[in-house]
C-alpha cells in the first residue's frame, strides 16, 4: 500500500518493531508519550532498547500533593496541603480561599509535566481530560479528587474507570448528574457517556436512532442514573466533598434498552445499578474500537483510513476486548508495533500548547526551581500562554474536550488557525531570546547553558546543531536551514572560534562575561528553530 507522495509503502502491521532503533526513533517514541524528552533520554532509550524502553514509560509514577501559596489562603497553612481542609464561614472569604486553591491546582498541575520523569503520565492523564471533557467545580477539593482520579486509573481498566467518573463528585456537578433524580430526570450525563465517553453515535439511520445507541437509551439511562447527590461543597466542617446513594431520589422502574443492546432489561439495582449498566454497555465490541480510535488520533495520527480502521483499530480493539477493557495491553502492543514506527507518521500531528510549551521547556532541563510561591506563580503564568494558545488544562471548552483531538478534518492543525499561530512564534522569542515570564526579580525561560551542557558534544558545533534539530524536529531540516541554524549558533565565524569560545566558557561558566556571548548564540538559534514549521510538529 503506497504513501501518498513518496513511493514507499507504509507498514500497517501491529506485530513488533523490528527495524532499525536508533535515536530517530527513540525520539519519536518519547516525543509522542513525554511533553519534551532531553537528548539524554534520547540517548538513554537508544541505549535500553525498545522494549525496555516502552515498559519505563508505561509506569506511573508516585506525585504528590497541590500545596498552599496564595495569601488568600486562610485555612490551611503555608507549604501544606489543602485538599482535606474546610472553607470559612464567610461567604466573601470562602471565594478568596477557592480562587487561592485554583491557582495552586493549576500550578501543580502544571508542575507536574515540567517535572515529570520518562513516564507517560502526564500525556495519559491529559487523554482523559480531554476524554471525558469536564472542567473544575467550584470547589477545588472535588476537582483535585477527580483530576487525581483519571491519573491514578490513566493505564488501569477503562471500563472501571467509566463508573468511577460517573458517581465522582466533580462529574456528578459538572453534567448535572446531582440534580438527576425521579422527579425531574436529566439526560445530561446519560447522553455524553454514550456519545461521547463510551459508544458514540455512529451515522444516523432513524429517528433518534444513531447506529449505536438511540433516544431511548439516553431517557432510560437517565433513569438509570438517578439518584445520586454530592455533600460537602465549600463546607466549613467537612474536611472532602463526596457523592451518595439515595433510594428515594432513584427511579426503582424497570429499564428497557433498545435493539442496539439487545433490548436487555434493568431491573432496580440501587446504587449499583449505574455499574450494571455500563457493563452492559460494554458488551457492544464498539466501546472498544471508539476509544482506541481516539487513542490512535492521540498518539499517532489523526488520519483515520480504511485501511488504519481495517488493520489497526480493529486489532488493538481486539486487544482491549481480550484484557477486559484494560489499557495498558493496548498501548504497549501500540508502542511496540511496525506501524507506530512507519516513516508516514512521524511529524503528523502538530504540537498542541502544552506539548509546544512543554517541549521549549523540558527539552532544555528548564524546570521552576525557585522557592514554592515562586514555582507555582511560574506555572500559573505558563498556563496562561497555554490558555492563550486555546489550551487552559482546568477548562476544556466543552464536554467534548478541545476540537483539536476530535474535529474533522483539520483535527490538530486546528492548533496554527490565523488567531494562534503569530502567538505561537511570539511566545517562542519572549520564552528564548526575551527575559521570559517575569515573577519579581526571577525569570522563567529557556535555560540555553544547561541545554547546550547536556548535549553530546557542545565544543562541536555541527554536532550541536545535529543534537538541536534531533530533540526539536521528527523529520530533521533542510540543509539550507542547518547551514542558517549554525551560521546563528557561530555568528558566521569559523568553527575554530566557537571551540574557544565554548572553552573559555566551560573554564569560568560562572563569569558572565564568557558566559553569556555563549547563552546568547544559543539562545539566538532556539528561537530560530523554534519559529521553524517542524518544530510544531511531532
Given at each position: 500500500m503506497p504513501d501518498q507522495g513518496n513511493g514507499n509503502e507504509i507498514s500497517y502491521l501491529m506485530t513488533p518493531y523490528t527495524g532499525p532503533w536508533t535515536k530517530v526513533e527513540a525520539a519519536h517514541l518519547l516525543r509522542r508519550t513525554m511533553f519534551g524528552p532531553t537528548n539524554q533520554q534520547m540517548l538513554d532509550a537508544v541505549t535500553n532498547g525498545m522494549a525496555a524502553t516502552v515498559t519505563s514509560l508505561l509506569q506511573m509514577p508516585a506525585v504528590g500533593q497541590p500545596l498552599t501559596f496564595h495569601p488568600d489562603e486562610t485555612i490551611a497553612a503555608f507549604g501544606t496541603t489543602w485538599i482535606n481542609s474546610v472553607y470559612p464561614t464567610d461567604t466573601l472569604i470562602s471565594q478568596q480561599v477557592e480562587t487561592a486553591r485554583l491557582f495552586s491546582l493549576a500550578g501543580?498541575?502544571?508542575e507536574r509535566m515540567n517535572k515529570e520523569p520518562l513516564s507517560i503520565g502526564e500525556k495519559m492523564t491529559l487523554f482523559w481530560v480531554n476524554h471525558f471533557g469536564a472542567t473544575a467545580t467550584f470547589d477545588s477539593r472535588a476537582s483535585y479528587d477527580y483530576y487525581e482520579l483519571l491519573r491514578s486509573q490513566a493505564l488501569g481498566n477503562f471500563k472501571q474507570l467509566v463508573k468511577d467518573v460517573t458517581i465522582n463528585p466533580n462529574m456528578l456537578l459538572f453534567l448535572n448528574g446531582a440534580s438527576n433524580n425521579v422527579f425531574s430526570p436529566n439526560e445530561n450525563f446519560a447522553r455524553e457517556l454514550l456519545e461521547l465517553f463510551t459508544i458514540g453515535k455512529g451515522p444516523q439511520i432513524g429517528i433518534g436512532d444513531y447506529t449505536n445507541y438511540t433516544e431511548q437509551d439516553v431517557a432510560e439511562g437517565a433513569k438509570i442514573l438517578?439518584?445520586?447527590?454530592v455533600d460537602g461543597l465549600r463546607s466549613d466542617t467537612i474536611t472532602n466533598v463526596t457523592s451518595s446513594f439515595n433510594a428515594l431520589l432513584h427511579d426503582a422502574t424497570t429499564k428497557t434498552l433498545s435493539a442496539h443492546f439487545g433490548n436487555a432489561s434493568i431491573p432496580n439495582g440501587g446504587a449499583t445499578e449505574y455499574s450494571n449498566y455500563i457493563d452492559i454497555i460494554f458488551q457492544q465490541n464498539e466501546v472498544a474500537k471508539f476509544i482506541c480510535r481516539k487513542l490512535y488520533r492521540y498518539f499517532v495520527n489523526y488520519d483515520l483510513t480504511a485501511t488504519v480502521e481495517t488493520l489497526?483499530?480493529?486489532?488493538m480493539a481486539n486487544t482491549m476486548i481480550a484484557n477486559n477493557y484494560d489499557v495498558l495491553p493496548v498501548l504497549t502492543e501500540l508502542f511496540s508495533s511496525d506501524h507506530f514506527y512507519d516513516v508516514s507518521v512521524r511529524g503528523a500531528l502538530i504540537?498542541?500548547?502544552l506539548d509546544l510549551l512543554y517541549s521549549m521547556f523540558n527539552a532544555t532541563s528548564t524546570q521552576t526551581n525557585f522557592d514554592l510561591a515562586t514555582d507555582y506563580e511560574m506555572q500559573n503564568n505558563v498556563y496562561w500562554l497555554s490558555e492563550t494558545l486555546g489550551q487552559s488544562y482546568l477548562e476544556p471548552p466543552n464536554v467534548a474536550g478541545w476540537p483539536a483531538y476530535y474535529q474533522e478534518p483539520s483535527y490538530s492543525k486546528l492548533w496554527v488557525n490565523a488567531t494562534h499561530l503569530k502567538s505561537r512564534f511570539?511566545?517562542?522569542?519572549?520564552?528564548?531570546?526575551?527575559?521570559?515570564?517575569t515573577v519579581n526579580t526571577d525569570f522563567f525561560k529557556v535555560d540555553a547553558l544547561t541545554f547546550l551542557d547536556n548535549l553530546s558534544d557542545p565544543i562541536n558545533p555541527n554536532t550541536v546543531i545535529d543534537d538541536m534539530i534531533d530533540v526539536f524536529t521528527p523529520k530533521s531540516v533542510n540543509a539550507t536551514q542547518?547551514?542558517?541554524?549554525?551560521a546563528i549558533l557561530t555568528n558566521s565565524l569559523p568553527d575554530s572560534e566557537w571551540i574557544i569560545q565554548y572553552s573559555q566558557y566551560i573554564g569560568?561558566?560562572?563569569n558572565s562575561a564568557v558566559s553569556d556571548p555563549v547563552r546568547q548564540r544559543v539562545e539566538l538559534t532556539l528561537n530560530r528553530l523554534f519559529q521553524m514549521p517542524e518544530f510544531h510538529t511531532m
Open positions: 501543580y498541575q502544571y438517578t439518584g445520586y447527590w489497526v483499530i480493529t486489532e504540537k498542541g500548547p511570539d511566545i517562542a522569542t519572549w520564552l528564548t531570546i526575551l527575559p521570559g515570564i542547518k547551514i542558517i541554524l549554525k569560568d561558566p560562572n
